[in-house]
């Protein structure tokens, strides 16, 4: 089929690319701008490996065509962490061996930044509510549930202006590219 030209906004920049109007968004985001930290496990919407934000919005880039996304910001993995040190949420999925097989990771972060901040106080249910769409196949979800609960913390102290207590505890945080605390 013939390409088309499609530009995309990814992270703050702009990527000129021509692709088949076919084209899935999460393989343009990996083969044609060389972001490869959004991952592709089904490619049918069902485990989240491709989630990525399009105007913020958690979505899973494996059901969109790229030309779709064309006048929308998208944010990927590679926005979440700033001056080479990682954000609240993959600090503490770190600290709390959160970070597994690292092939769902990407997508599990980027749905769990997202909630945390429209939910920055879950509960154990509703962190295990909100990560029922991402697949962790190793089954080991415990871990991720710790490192979750522990961001949220974070963000807690940072909202009410209190310094992170444990030196460990990151005090960065980041959305689509753009530090705030
Ligand atoms: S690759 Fe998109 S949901 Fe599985
Ligand atoms: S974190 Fe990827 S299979 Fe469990």
Known sequence: MN????????NGQT????????KLLSDVIREDIGLTGTHVGCEHGVCGACTVWVDDRPT????????????HAVTTIEALAQHGQLNVLQQALHEEHGLQCGFCT????????AYLHEHPNPT???????????????????NIVAGVQKAARVFAQNSSGATSAAGNESTHLSEGGREYV
Do not use: H, K
């Open 124 to 142: 154990v249910d509703d962190i295990r509510d909100a990560l029922s769409g991402n697949l962790c196949r190793c089954t080991g979800y415990q």
């Open 15 to 22: 990527y000129a690319v021509r692709v088949s109007p076919r």
């Open 3 to 10: 390409e088309v030209p499609v530009t995309l906004w990814v």
């Open 60 to 71: 899973r880039s494996c059901l969109m065509f790229a030309i779709q996304a064309e006048g």
């Open 106 to 113: 990407p997508g599990i972060v980027m749905t769990m930044e």
